[in-house]
């Protein structure tokens, strides 16, 4: 049985954050997070730091001597880069960490500043997670992500309308939670008026532009452990990759990455797919959650068009899975390297009972699914109550 | 004792590699790397991956992913960034990694494509790894150092000629070397009379910018290891950090994360720094060689300006201890990302008796130092004879 424990979560809202540079968002959720769980910064002995984008928007690298600025600390901090899966993936690494460190506690952060550069260049930068051939192509993500929903809705028949229930779920969620992008809902009406931005996919199948800051401590110390109000297992945490470019890949109607990390972090752990009870997925478009309710084994293969429509998996539907409590990437908002972290954050708020008017009953065993570039790259993580 | 070896290493050629891209460099040494130990990219189980710029200079993410696609495999693969020394970070992660998971093996490839793009424009990347306030007063690299060095000579009397033999010596080294970038030996007096780049500081101090790849592959593996011709032990991989601004440190005369980083080191593996033989340090400058043989206990503080003229360090002195019989950063070349593996490699070639002509005798324990900024990160590694 695990021995690692999420402890504490902090989080900025997401949003247009125009009065706030990437470390002051930091500083935030560092400071936050340690106020919650009252640890000193002297009691985290390694940080990880999942940001995507800072170099090519800012000209911002060696983050790692950075947040060693901020924090006043000599301990490694550790930057990685995975996409969109950033985040996820220093949560991964921190995990990794205290497998190779016996009672230790680490920070784990994840951010990003979008807003700041013109909407042209920050879809460029976003374009750095694709392969030189699809950038090259003009391939946008909204393109990528466009060409998988075309191939699902033509092999197993389904409509723009199966595909809007995604959002209208989502914003139904984000109405309850306070950090979110945007907390009013929509309709299907409304998704299937706003514009396309790559056909099939509309401006209301697609999460934002954000700013925003995520952070989570995690420990294996038993004394840290006693100390503090909530903790919350890690069951599994498993990365899988697939080849950057779709062209290369054998399946369109799938993400492969998703499918083997899921499997083995369902293997490492011996919970199955149906004990889940609260989900996070990388819902960048509206494909993308149908994909993954399929790819997670939630759902059967070319089921997802036709179980979305059900609003099983809305919080008042009173199923056994919810999905995207938070608002998910669509309506709680994307800033690419916090979404991986908050998604983690979500499942800690859920299994600890401290989700307020969007919590989930019995919620027992949450699951988090991180995707980078067009499937690239998946962290797959599952949490349980203590 | 350590169960973790290096049992592989193969690099590129360092300099102005115009026919080959980062992928390219990096497919180069995956592919020699796996042919000299004679393994399958199936008995890979996890790949760490150290670059610092090319989301910069080519608006290339999500590397983790291209890699899967070059490698062929979904297992996970770790993108770190720590400026120049993300290929020592990407080492230190692996040996986590290997802690983390028994009877594993891992390979590890730091790569740099750095002559694409203008001087000027691969300058303004490299500031990313300095504080913004120092990036907006004009702050480049050659700038921060030359601080550093002037501190340095006023505070114990020291002149240009003493950094000098920093790179006269590394020069005669990397003749010894095939994959250096300069093979030619300079004199004291060429150093002298070369450009001044940033007072006291001129081109002849100065690391250049180059592109290159370099690969180890690591194991714990008792199977495969009995199958591999050479290993070597590794006994440390220890990190720290310091702030990014050198204006927020105590003290100039001394980069704090190197010092950190190897007291844990030599305490991690009770080695001493009198027992090693052969040492790779991050001598982007002069400066900085001389800075790190105090840092790393070689030397007290203050004696490096005076030990250097003595040529101790050199091959051919007969001394205890070599230094950088690569050539260091200065002669064998500084492509950023890769400096940390090779630095790695080449202590595993010492180590095993493959360093041919630049052979160091009776190598039984090496010590590498990689830096990141002007010190805001530090990576130390110490490696043995199994």
Not at 63 to 72: D, F, I, Q
Not at 176 to 192: D, K, M, S, W
């Amino acid at each position: 049985m695990s021995n690692k424990y999420v402890i504490g979560y902090s989080t900025t809202k997401f949003g247009e954050l125009w009065d706030y540079s990437l470390y002051d968002l930091v500083q935030t959720v560092t400071g936050s997070v340690l106020e919650k769980t009252k640890l000193e910064a002297a009691q985290v002995d390694a940080v990880f730091y999942g940001n995507m984008m800072a170099g090519i928007i800012e000209n911002n690298l060696h983050s790692g001597a950075k947040l060693a600025e901020l924090l006043g600390t000599h301990v490694p901090v550790y930057r990685t880069e995975s996409a969109c899966a950033s985040g996820g993936m220093a949560f991964h690494l921190a995990t990794m960490y205290l497998d190779a460190h016996p009672d230790s506690t680490v920070l784990v952060i994840g951010a990003e500043k979008m807003t700041d550069v013109s909407p042209p260049d920050v879809t460029s930068a976003l374009q750095a997670a694709a392969s030189g051939e699809e950038q090259l192509a003009g391939l946008t993500f909204p393109g990528l992500y466009a060409m998988l929903a075309r191939m699902y809705m033509e092999t197993y028949n389904y409509t723009e309308e199966h595909l809007a229930h995604v959002p209208v779920k989502n914003h139904f969620h984000a109405v309850r939670n306070p950090y979110a992008q945007f907390r009013r809902e929509i309709t299907i009406n409304q998704v299937l008026k706003s514009p396309y931005i790559a056909t099939p996919l509309k401006v209301l199948d697609s999460s934002p532009i954000s700013d925003g800051a995520a952070a989570v401590l995690l420990t294996n110390s038993p004394n840290i452990r006693k100390r503090v109000a909530y903790s919350v297992r890690v069951l599994a945490s498993e990365v899988a990759t697939d080849t950057i470019s779709i062209k290369h890949r054998r399946r369109m109607d799938t993400l492969q990455a998703s499918v083997v990390a899921s499997n083995k972090a369902y293997a490492a752990c011996g919970i199955t797919a149906k004990e889940i009870s609260v989900a996070e997925v990388h819902d960048c478009f509206s494909i993308a959650e149908l994909l993954a309710m399929e790819d997670l084994g939630f759902w059967a293969k070319g089921e997802a068009g036709s179980r979305i429509v059900t609003g099983e998996t809305r919080l008042d539907a009173g199923g056994s899975l919810v999905v995207n409590a938070s608002g998910g990437l669509k309506a709680s908002g994307h800033p690419v390297g916090a979404t991986g972290i908050k998604q983690i954050g979500e499942l800690f708020l859920q299994l600890t009972g401290q989700a307020d008017s969007r919590q989930v009953a019995k919620a027992r065993y949450g699951l988090a699914q991180n995707v980078g570039g067009s499937g690239g790259t998946a962290v797959v993580t599952i949490l349980g109550q203590v």
